[in-house]
């Protein structure tokens, strides 16, 4: 079946580090790639994505290069502010898979002054 | 403002005690899903449906009904909730089928005694 997997959390960070948050995938067929970002209290929001291999989505400084050679799609920012603080999904789409988003677990990031 | 309304944000339960958690889009989305959310565990989707009067199991059915009667509103039931269900749940809209984004309501946090 399809799967996700994301490095463990929680991962703490001070302000202005550099970010990755790993995530590999397995899936049959060609899945869509996505990160999606879950601030304390609220709902999940998409973050960025990617459609095919070698897309990189980007959004808010974040980007993501979906790699089908190692099954990877790791998120990655240059500079993290203490707002970045949130849990992080990585999920993966497969087209006529009737829309289900296949999720990670999750990885928390906190950014300390 | 486009929005998933999911009510309420917060339930507390007894055994057995018949609930229903409302969800409802603005969008004129097609599509729309529940999940739960559970330490460890990630998202997993509950039901899922593809318009009106068509719905679906996701991975974790046992204990859940839904049902589509507008294409608007998508309620969650629990006819009988056990301890087991207590957890936090998102339901979710998207466009159509595909790489659409889904947009996620803030949660119902349910906890069954």
């Known amino acids: 079946g399809n799967s996700v997997t994301q490095m463990e959390g929680p991962v703490t960070l001070s302000e202005e580090a550099f970010l990755t948050i790993n995530c590999t995938y397995t899936?049959?067929?060609?899945?869509?790639l996505f990160w999606y970002v879950q601030y304390p209290g609220e709902g999940l929001q998409l973050l960025l994505k990617a459609t095919k291999a070698d897309d990189k989505g980007s959004n808010k400084g974040f980007e993501a290069t979906y790699r089908k050679e190692t099954t990877s799609f790791h998120l990655e920012k240059g500079s993290v502010q203490v707002s970045d603080s949130a849990v992080y999904f990585c999920a993966l789409i497969l087209t006529g898979g009737g829309n289900k988003l296949t999720f990670g677990t999750g990885t928390q990031l906190k950014v300390e002054l | 403002e486009a929005q998933v309304t999911q009510n309420p944000r917060y339930l507390i339960t007894v055994t057995g005690k018949k609930l229903t958690v409302t969800c409802s889009q603005n969008?004129?989305?097609?599509?729309m899903s529940w999940y739960r959310q559970d330490p460890g565990l990630g998202l997993r989707q509950i039901y899922y449906s593809m318009n009106v009067e068509v719905t679906d199991k996701g991975d974790v059915p046992e204990g859940y009904k839904v049902s589509r009667k507008e294409k608007r509103n998508f309620p969650l039931i629990l006819e009988s909730p056990s301890p087991n269900q207590t957890s936090l749940y998102f339901c979710a809209s998207s466009r159509d089928r595909g790489s659409s984004p889904l947009h996620f309501g803030n949660g119902t946090r349910l906890t069954v005694t």
């Open positions: 899936a049959t067929g060609y899945p869509s």
């Open positions: 969008m004129n989305h097609e599509y």
